[in-house]
């Protein structure tokens, strides 16, 4: 079993930035991807972007690139999601999923590709 827990989510203005944590731990070695999807209320499970672990390969919803940048400290079994010029709509809650199997970073914007899921943190942006 793998355990997620992130970190790192509040209230900031709009335009405002914040960088969100996912620390791993359990059986990480078997762990090949970890993806950041959110979910604000009333809507759908939304894939914001996927790194792999050994390549360090990513993949970005259009919703949010060029503003999230993805990351990843394997010693510390650690992915950041770093958010820059936060806009209302990136109101959710965010959460974390680890993929122990890949077949492609695009099958990866799927849920159901992902085999454990942290608990989520919230992450308000105010107009």
């Known amino acids: 079993q793998v355990q997620l827990v992130e970190s790192g989510g509040g209230l900031v203005q709009a335009g405002g930035s914040l960088r969100l944590s996912c620390a791993a731990s359990g059986r990480t070695f078997s762990m090949s991807a970890m993806g950041w999807f959110r979910q604000a209320p009333g809507k759908e499970y939304e894939f914001i972007s996927v790194?792999?672990?050994?390549?360090?390969?990513?993949y970005y919803a259009d919703s949010v690139k060029g503003r999230f940048t993805i990351s990843r400290d394997n010693a510390k079994n650690t992915v950041y999601l770093q958010m820059n010029d936060l806009k209302p709509e990136d109101t959710a809650l965010y959460y974390c999923?680890?993929?122990?199997?890949?077949?492609?970073?695009?099958?990866?914007?799927?849920?159901?590709?992902?085999?454990?899921w942290g608990q989520g943190t919230q992450v308000t942006v105010s107009s």
């Open positions: 790194i792999t672990w050994r390549g360090g390969n990513t």
């Open positions: 999923a680890e993929a122990e199997t890949v077949s492609s970073l695009l099958a990866l914007r799927t849920r159901g590709r992902y085999d454990y």
